[in-house]
């Protein structure tokens, strides 16, 4: 655990210098010249637990860490017209282990499968016409690990209503990966330790609009039309049938997703939000689910606020799931992962932001500290808890 405040407490320290030397925004004057508009910080510890892994058909341990740091700088700058640039830069690294997927080896005491380091840099550019209330963004990212490459665009517009209470946003993504064909060690042509590769593609539509009812509510709708292609399965899944065989994980090779949402907050008063979200996804593996949120976030005093949270979640499961030793050879699709199939879900936890007067350490524009805990648990016997610390220079 010290390991996550540790980075995040260096990475304050490597920046204060330079932080020092930016001078003080002011809503009155526009740079024409880049400079950091906000930088945020964040490191994550994530533990779990459960019994039921994909890995070995079902069955078995659960166990995973993650320990997350990333970095996000927001850089600004206007143009001779008036126009606002943004430049968002984001570069993430994890380091997991995972008892399960060391179990794709099973005649190994210990496989390179146990570990492993993800790295995901993205950058994004928006331009902002705030006289006409229009933005143009485009993104490009990647996510690396040893058995998954993904490189991913997006482009964005979005534009205000005329009284500047509403926005409608349309968002176009794509995601491009490559996966090794790591099989179970039982699977493997005798002899060969070399891995295949398959594509997968991801393409999605985001269509929402914002809007303010009142001083006191707004809300925001939002639909996603999300199509996929390629290699669906995952290769280092096992599933067994009723007569004891042992086979690769087998899924369609399309999926077409529809999650539907809509997001309240309401202003309680100066020192309490009720934020309230609700979505409802289907798609044609038929897997149905619903998710609520509740977050309610309170200021105690004028540098310290609280945010209890909770989260339900439900899902029916895909008709290709079925346990350990259920499915049989008439199945033409099958997996025996506990995340496809049916469930509930809640997730529990507090949020703590601290906002001195005079910033962290005495560095004014260092000027929050977030915490937030979380505790998750569902009905496969899946619990999880998760911790992770936010500083923002603003």
Do not use: C
Not at 276 to 294: C, G, K, N, P
Not at 375 to 394: E, F, G, Q, W
């Amino acid at each position: 655990m010290k390991r996550i405040f540790i980075t995040g407490f260096a990475l304050l320290a490597l920046l204060q210098a330079k932080a020092q030397n930016i001078p003080p925004d002011s809503t009155n004057y526009k740079s024409k010249k880049l400079k950091v508009e906000e930088v945020n910080l964040v490191s994550s510890y994530y533990k779990q637990n459960g019994d039921n892994a994909a890995v070995t058909g079902g069955r078995g341990s659960e166990h995973l860490t993650d320990i997350a740091n990333t970095i996000d700088v927001k850089l600004v700058k206007y143009g001779q017209t008036g126009i606002k640039h943004t430049f968002d830069i984001e570069a993430g690294i994890d380091h997991y282990t995972s008892a399960s997927s060391d179990m794709i080896d099973l005649s190994a005491n210990s496989s390179a499968s146990s570990s492993d380091n993800r790295f995901y840099p993205s950058l994004t550019y928006l331009r902002e016409n705030e006289q006409k209330g229009s933005t143009l963004g485009i993104g490009v990212s990647s996510s690396t690990e040893f058995d998954y490459q993904s490189f991913g665009g997006n482009i964005s517009f979005s534009k205000k209503t005329a009284d500047r209470s509403g926005e409608f946003t349309a968002r176009f993504q794509t995601f491009i990966d490559q996966l090794k064909l790591i099989l179970p060690d039982e699977l493997r042509v005798l002899g060969s330790d070399s891995y295949g590769t398959a594509n997968r593609n991801t393409f999605a539509g985001t269509l929402s609009y914002s809007q303010i009812i009142n001083k006191n509510l707004q809300i925001m709708l939002v639909g996603d039309l999300i199509s996929q292609n390629g290699y669906l399965s995952l290769p280092f899944h096992r599933v067994y049938f009723q007569d004891g065989s042992v086979h690769q994980e087998k899924m369609p090779d399309t999926r077409l997703k529809i999650p539907l949402g809509i997001r309240a907050s309401y202003f309680a008063g100066d020192n309490i939000i009720i934020r309230a979200y609700y979505r409802y996804y289907t798609d044609d593996w038929s897997l149905r689910a619903h998710t609520a949120d509740l977050e309610i976030p309170v200021k105690l005093t004028q540098a310290f606020s609280l945010s209890p949270f909770y989260r339900y979640y439900t899902q029916t499961g895909t008709k290709y799931f079925k346990p350990y030793g259920v499915h049989t050879a008439a199945d033409e699709y099958y997996t025996s992962n506990y995340d496809l199939s049916k469930f509930d879900s809640s997730f529990l936890g507090m949020g703590m932001k601290f906002t001195p007067p005079n910033g962290i350490f005495g560095l004014k524009h260092w000027n929050t500290v977030e915490i937030r805990y979380g505790h998750y648990s569902r009905t496969t016997n899946l619990v999880s808890d998760i911790i992770s610390i936010n500083i923002k220079y603003k």
